[in-house]
């Protein structure tokens, strides 16, 4: 275990289907992050939490929706996603400015079917 | 906007052969760098970090990388790799100026190592 847990590590839905990932980490971390992890491409940023307060959203449709209800979770909503949308999804976390290095979880791997 | 570009998005390799992966980034500004891998199934990890000082950093499992800023190269390097070595490696920018850090990553390189 990292320290920062993802659940559900897989999610199958349809494209009406409405579902959440959920990724909570008590490393005392106050960023955190939503990155897009799919094959053969970078990972995309996102969403960013600095102290519960989304500092970026990086031109991200509409159908993910981020929450962030205090410093030690932070949710991903999602609704009406296309195939295209199937990826691994990572959260990560960071103490501040003290350490520039992500704690990361292991991941959702989402198929939209 | 800075972008990561490596070089290799596969390779394959024996055991004790040495392993070099290239990692260019294109920005203006100073930046910090990091390499990160991904051991099948598992999580993403920090192998090593550069934020300034001596260019050539040294990471765990026995990866260094070498900073060479004429060249906005971040190359990482193992003298002698193991079977253990096969993953994904990633290399990632932030620019010095981003309070927090936002990494940017390149499309990764996979390295398989054979018996």
């Known amino acids: 275990e990292t320290g920062v847990t993802q659940t559900p590590r897989h999610l199958v839905m349809g494209m009406t289907n409405k579902k959440s990932l959920k990724c909570e980490q008590h490393?005392?971390?106050?960023?955190m992050y939503w990155y897009k992890q799919s094959a053969k491409k970078p990972l995309e940023l996102m969403f960013v939490y600095n102290f519960k307060e989304q500092t970026e959203n990086n031109s991200v449709p509409s159908r993910f929706s981020p929450e962030c209800p205090n410093s030690s979770h932070l949710f991903l909503h999602l609704h009406t996603l296309q195939p295209e949308d199937s990826a691994l999804y990572l959260c990560?976390?960071?103490?501040?400015?003290?350490?520039?290095?992500?704690?990361f979880g292991s991941g959702t791997r989402l198929t939209v079917v | 906007a800075q972008s990561v570009s490596q070089h290799n998005h596969h390779v394959i390799l024996s055991e004790a052969a040495s392993l070099e992966l290239g990692c260019n980034y294109s920005y203006g500004g100073t930046v910090n760098l990091f390499w990160y891998v991904q051991y099948p199934g598992q999580h993403l990890q920090l192998l090593l970090k550069?934020?300034?000082?001596?260019?050539l950093v040294k990471g765990i499992k026995g990866f260094e990388a070498e900073f060479i800023k004429s060249k906005f190269s971040f190359n990482l390097r193992k003298p002698s790799v193991q079977w253990s070595d096969t993953a994904e490696y990633f290399c990632?920018?932030?620019?010095?100026?981003?309070?927090?850090?936002?990494?940017?990553f390149g499309a990764g390189t996979q390295v398989v190592v054979t018996p």
């Open positions: 550069y934020f300034s000082g001596d260019p």
């Open positions: 990560a976390s960071r103490l501040g400015q003290i350490d520039y290095g992500y704690t």
């Open positions: 490393l005392g971390h106050n960023a």
């Open positions: 990632a920018v932030t620019p010095t100026t981003d309070s927090w850090g936002k990494l940017q």
